[in-house]
């Protein structure tokens, strides 16, 4: 499996990541070599195998669907202490909604 | 000298009034002063805390509340992937730099009620993604045996400093062996737990279906004492084991009879250095001579491990990081000009390479139209993978070969190539998938590096791994030893 340059843009768009353009020839050619590691997969045949889902085959477990620990204001202002940016107990982000 | 005592020897002293917690403290935090500008192998050390902590411990040591404690007063450090209130949980990563935990993790909690005294954050692969520490954002580990070669990872940090003893033991995580690698490559004892049975709540998240906390010391005996202390069901983590956690320590002493220990002839086979495999021999020879029997026996889906292992895991990272957004906690970007723009940029400027490989990695294959052909896939030589195993513990009890292919190697020499740098946990990954415990064993030296043995056992078994590394350090004194430099200061 090779990948192309343009492959690896749309795979950092989709992932949210910033790629310097000069660094995108690298990525593509090692990500490729991890993709052939992984193509190796297909030699051996699963079709009756079922997926493994979890390591020791257990159910999830469930609680109910209740608060449990309400932190207040005084947790969230410990919560937002190290945000970026926020204000009046809000996080700040650009404009989203003209 | 002082630093060479194992857990229950420090016990012994501090109750015996030879010397108190705060001096221990204080002993083990010049040992870091001295040695680690070399090593590394702390990214955070909290001194001021850790002397207020012994001091409690000294009170509460003068008490009948310290017969029922065996850690109390006894200092340790944690893996920097911990989340530990009021202090810098990096995870290794520029992402998390200025991130200061509002909570602790569960087993940072268990650990200081057991009386424990922490002195810092140890460094690690950024978010615990890499072999040799050397994808930490605070730069890389050495190896205390040889400066110019990798501690392994991505556990390193502690490993490290268990090896040159800065502190007597130390947390680790592993998700494809990063508690056994580095345990291996520096000499010392480092047990991964069966899946669920350590506490996740609290620790950075890499990939949720393999991630696993446990114990790296010396000895088998002080692993054992530590996991006493960490495992446990815990309500916050929906996979939690529900079950009575056992007494590690019960069975150390019981000789090694009957025992089979199963060798698969893929972890002998092409790829394993020569001086790793004359000392795993000379190992299992010495377990054969407490008792133990050894079987040949054949995991034949050996070699799909870490391709299968790099489709999950990096598919679960992609899932785990997107919470690094810049937003609520992290990095963020300068002057971002709307939402998408703040993403990408604080992710592509907190994360380094080899975080955004995995991630982009991850996002490939969960996206459309390739979601069978390789998550789906790997799930299922996944569960290939858990039968072979199942099929082993028919006939033996444990199965062992060599924790690594090779001892420790230079920095450098497989920073470029992630795919060589994949392979060298060829003989742990598998346990992470199938949810096995596994524990690494000092198995002496080539060349003046040390060799790791691994054990892997059927789940739940971490009592016999424990057993089994223990008889083998009565017979033998690999995990007592230490590199020379590391002795000058007492």
Redesign the interface.
């Known amino acids: 499996m090779s990948l192309q340059s343009r492959d ?1 843009e749309y ?10 353009a000069s ?1 995108v020839p690298q ?1 593509a050619q ?2 490729s ?12 045949n ?1 079709e009756t ?8 085959a ?1 159910a ?2 469930l ?1 109910p669907d209740l608060v449990d620990a309400n932190p207040g204001e005084t ?1 969230r202002d ?8 926020v204000s009046d107990g809000l ?1 700040l ?4 909604v003209e | 000298m002082i630093f060479q005592r194992n857990l229950g020897e420090h016990a012994a002293a501090l109750r015996a009034g030879e010397y108190s917690s705060v001096e221990l403290t204080q002993h083990y935090l010049e040992r870091i002063s001295r040695y680690d500008r070399r090593l590394n192998s702390f990214i955070t050390l909290c001194a001021d805390q850790a002397l207020a902590q012994a001091a409690a411990a000294d009170t509460l040591l003068a008490t009948d509340a310290a017969q029922t404690m065996p850690l109390l007063g006894i200092p340790f450090a944690h893996k920097d992937l911990f989340c530990t209130q009021g202090l810098r949980t990096s995870s290794g990563s520029k992402m998390l730099d200025t991130f200061i935990s509002p909570y602790d993790a569960t087993v940072v909690e268990k650990l200081a009620q057991a009386g424990m005294v922490m002195l810092g954050k140890t460094n690690m692969d950024e978010f615990a993604m890499g072999s040799s520490n050397e994808t930490s954002f605070y730069g890389p580990v050495r190896n205390p045996w040889q400066t110019e070669r990798v501690p392994g990872g991505s556990s390193g940090g502690s490993a490290a400093a268990v090896a040159a003893r800065l502190v007597p033991a130390a947390t680790g995580t592993d998700t494809g062996g990063s508690i056994r690698q580095p345990a291996a490559l520096c000499g010392i004892t480092g047990l991964k737990p069966t899946y669920g049975s350590v506490s996740r709540y609290g620790m950075i998240a890499f990939a949720s279906s393999l991630d696993q906390a446990g114990p790296m010391a010396p000895a088998a005996a002080d692993c054992a004492q530590l996991l006493q202390a960490m495992a446990g069901f815990d309500a916050r983590d929906s996979t939690s084991l529900q079950r009575e956690v056992p007494d590690y320590s019960a069975t150390l002493h019981t000789p090694l009879n009957g025992v089979r220990i199963g060798l698969p002839k893929e972890y002998f086979g092409e790829g394993l250095e020569s001086g790793v495999a004359l000392q795993v021999e000379a190992a299992l020879k010495l377990l054969v001579a407490a008792g133990a029997t050894l079987v040949d026996i054949s995991l034949p889906n050996t070699a799909l491990a870490v391709p299968a292992y790099y489709v999950v895991a990096p598919a679960e990272c992609s899932s785990n990081l997107s919470r690094m957004d810049g937003v609520r906690f992290g990095h963020r970007c300068k002057n971002p000009v709307d939402l998408e723009d703040l993403y990408k940029r604080s992710r592509g400027e907190g994360f380094g390479a080899e975080v955004k490989r995995r991630i982009m990695i991850g996002t490939y294959v969960l996206s459309a139209g390739y979601y069978d052909a390789y998550y789906l896939k790997a799930q299922r030589v996944r569960q290939l993978i858990c039968d072979d195993f199942r099929h082993a513990f028919t006939m033996v009890d444990v199965i062992a070969g060599p924790t690594s292919p090779t001892t420790a190697f230079k920095l450098g020499d497989k920073a470029d190539d992630p795919v060589t740098m994949y392979l060298s946990d060829i003989y742990t990954i598998a346990a992470n998938l199938a949810g096995l415990p596994g524990i690494s064993l000092p198995a002496g030296f080539s060349d003046g590096l040390p060799v790791g043995l691994q054990l892997v056992g059927n789940y739940f078994s971490e009592g016999q791994l424990l057993q089994l590394g223990h008889q083998l350090q009565q017979q033998s004194d690999w995990h007592l030893q230490l590199p020379e430099e590391y002795l000058a200061w007492q």
């Open positions: 690896v795979i950092a768009h989709l992932a949210r990541l910033a790629i310097d660094e990525y090692s990500l070599s991890i993709l052939d590691l992984v193509d190796s997969l297909n030699s051996v699963t195998i079922a997926p493994m889902s979890h390591p020791l257990m999830q477990r609680r947790g410990q919560f937002q202490a190290h945000a970026p940016q996080y982000v650009p404009r989203v």
